[in-house]
């Protein structure tokens, strides 16, 4: 009896839980919340916060061999940001960011519009084909990319000779970056492309039919349309693709295997918080490193979330 | 979206008289469908496309077939197989190399990417299913603080993560790589976003008044509603895992427990570093190729689960 009285408003809207509390009934079963999140709180709590904490808490103190660990305070900050090396990853990782995050969200979006208009079986077969990459791991892909850039092993030099060109070195410290644009390019384009593309499965045909006695192009339709319309699709993709190229880590990691000149161990903030840790042993500085790039992703991502606010419809 | 895909084809042959005859009926331009020259644009610019994706994985099934010396000079080239196939010689040595170790790596792989997947979908469902059905004190905060936690860098926390494990004697240990996998905001966001709209609050309380406890509630009422989108965080928590090589590399130091990625990794480390006895590029590259099977399979038969769910969060 309570329940079915009480639980309409409270189910129904948001707010209306806090005016029905009354009921005893209603608010032991509310509990019941708790008891489905609990087990994900744990594993929140332990390795989500806890380590946030303890980097934290390691950032402000510094390890020395006579003294111990001591309380520094902010100087691992200041020195972090005064690091030539941190603020030259840190640039890179931007420069990455301006690059490959339109790129990548470009030829997504292309595709998906393009495969949006189709219903071929070329059409179908392009669409898991460019998405396939996903399913190789990043590190795998690297490999794969390091052969193909190789002079020795990769396809490259007889390409270019077709055309009567040399190749370029595709791993020399100038090409190393186009090549590692081109090798996240091809990992996870796919990947935004099945997202943007089902968005576009999820809008009405009624509005292109609206469209159509408007007499709309098809050009148009894509542009004025299908792109609004799937804002808070693409938003979630480059928030994805952000936060990816901020940290990026295994592309240039396992290419450095094979270009050691070209990508130093500092190469992304990432990196060098990888080497400081496990080459020598800096775990308090490590922690700062990547406590500062944690920092620095989560206000870009919500710097880019507040600026698209209206556009997506998320809150 | 299969009435989208039909009317497809069946307006395909309209188009294009229609666009001859264009101010009276753009019948299926205004739905994307251009005029016949569009339309062999759209496909040269997909086959462009396709061949830009498929030609590193080309390259990996012709590569697996050849020897070590095959792979530099071969009568192929590149991108084409030579006369002497090596891919079963390659999987005998690729058996015996290092006593096997690269079906243990394989095996690691399988196991990690199970078992967190399966746990981390399982966590996100009780959780995303509890904020979605449920309104109970702090629930907006700690949605809040999910939320935010999807913009948290996750290998930012793999040094702490890394420290606070060594503190309890777990780095270089199996759990070490698979209970920090099973994390995964983003599948509670998703479950939570399908719950609400696919589990009608009405269906529930019609069970708890003919006595159903929450719990029969959850596994008989929304469990097979929720199918589409276990199924959906399933697959993203297993190849999260699978794909995973910051973390293992982190963690792990003995060789027999090191997923594929870090193995792999490791013989190519050890044949750029090393004389010739120990340059395996052929054990690499047909490693690389059996090891990505799998997922290829996994990701062909499971085609109508991500072709429309990888989004399920992205519709709202």
Do not use: C
């Not at chain 2, 188009?15 to 205004?30: C, G, I």
């Amino acid at each position: 009896m309570t329940t079915s009285t009480v639980t309409p408003p409270a189910a129904g809207t948001r707010q209306g839980a806090t005016h029905h509390r009354g009921s005893r009934i209603e608010h032991n079963r509310q509990r019941w919340g708790w008891f489905f999140l609990t087990p994900f709180a744990v594993i929140f709590l332990v390795f989500l916060v806890a380590p946030l904490g303890y980097a934290f808490w390691m950032s402000l103190h510094t390890k020395t061999l006579a003294a111990g660990e001591s309380f520094t305070g902010i100087a691992n900050y200041q020195r972090a940001f005064s690091d030539p090396l941190f603020l030259e990853g840190l640039l890179r990782v931007g420069k990455f960011v301006a690059v490959m995050v339109p790129i990548q969200i470009g030829v997504a979006l292309a595709a998906a519009l393009v495969l949006d208009t189709l219903a071929t079986r070329l059409s179908k077969f392009s669409r898991l084909m460019i998405f396939a990459p996903y399913a190789i791991p990043g590190m795998i892909g690297a490999l794969m990319w390091g052969f193909l850039y190789s002079p020795r092993f990769g396809p490259a030099s007889d390409l270019f000779e077709l055309v009567g060109a040399t190749a370029p070195n595709f791993l020399g410290t100038g090409t190393v970056f186009g090549s590692l644009v081109n090798i996240v390019t091809w990992q996870w384009s796919g990947y935004y492309m099945i997202i943007i593309f089902a968005a576009l499965r999820g809008i009405d045909p009624a509005i292109y039919e609206a469209a159509r006695i408007d007499g709309a192009t098809g050009w148009q339709t894509a542009v004025r349309i299908k792109v609004p319309m799937i804002a808070s699709a693409l938003v979630m993709v480059v928030i994805f693709s952000l936060i990816g190229t901020l940290q990026f880590f295994t592309e240039p990691a396992v290419l450095r295997t094979v270009a050691p000149g070209a990508i130093p161990a500092d190469y992304t903030p990432n990196m060098y918080a990888f080497s400081l840790a496990f080459a020598y042993s800096q775990f308090n500085y490590a922690s700062t490193i990547a406590f500062a790039l944690g920092i620095v992703v989560f206000v870009f991502s919500y710097v880019f979330l507040y600026l698209t606010r209206k556009k997506s419809g998320l809150k | 979206m299969s009435v989208q895909t039909a009317g497809g084809s069946a307006g395909a042959p309209q188009t294009t008289l229609s666009s001859r005859r264009r101010p009276q009926r753009p019948a299926s331009e205004a739905a994307g469908r251009g005029p016949r020259t569009s339309r062999i644009g759209s496909h040269l610019f997909l086959l462009a496309l396709v061949l830009y994706f498929i030609t590193p994985l080309w390259w990996l099934v012709v590569a697996s077939t050849k020897s070590n010396s095959g792979l530099f000079v071969g009568s192929g080239g590149p991108l084409w197989f030579n006369d002497e196939i090596n891919i079963l010689q390659n999987l005998r040595d690729l058996s015996s190399y290092q006593g096997g170790i690269y079906w243990t790596w394989l095996g690691n792989s399988f196991l990690y990417a199970m078992s967190a997947g399966v746990g981390a979908t399982v966590l996100a469902l009780l959780a995303g299913y509890g904020f979605a059905k449920y309104r109970f004190r702090g629930r907006n905060l700690s949605f809040a603080l999910l939320l935010g936690s999807v913009m948290v860098p996750l290998t930012a926390l793999v040094i702490p993560t890394f420290v606070l494990l060594a503190e309890f004697q777990l780095v270089n240990t199996r759990w070490a790589v698979i209970l920090p996998s099973l994390l995964s905001p983003l599948g509670v966001y998703l479950i939570r976003v399908y719950a609400q709209d696919v589990v009608p609050d009405e269906m529930l309380d019609a069970g708890r008044v003919d006595g159903a406890g929450e719990l029969r509630l959850f596994l008989q009422v929304a469990l097979p509603l929720l199918r589409p989108a276990i199924v959906t965080v399933l697959l993203l928590s297993v190849v999260a895992t699978w794909n995973n090589y910051f973390l293992a590399l982190a963690m792990l130091r003995d060789p027999q427990l090191l997923p594929i990625t870090v193995g792999l990794d490791n013989w190519q480390a050890l044949s750029n570093a090393g004389a010739g006895g120990e340059q395996v590029w052929n054990l690499i590259v047909t490693g690389a190729f059996v090891s990505i099977l799998p997922l290829i399979v996994a990701f062909l038969a499971l085609q109508r689960y991500w072709q429309g769910g990888l989004t399920l969060g992205a519709i709202k």
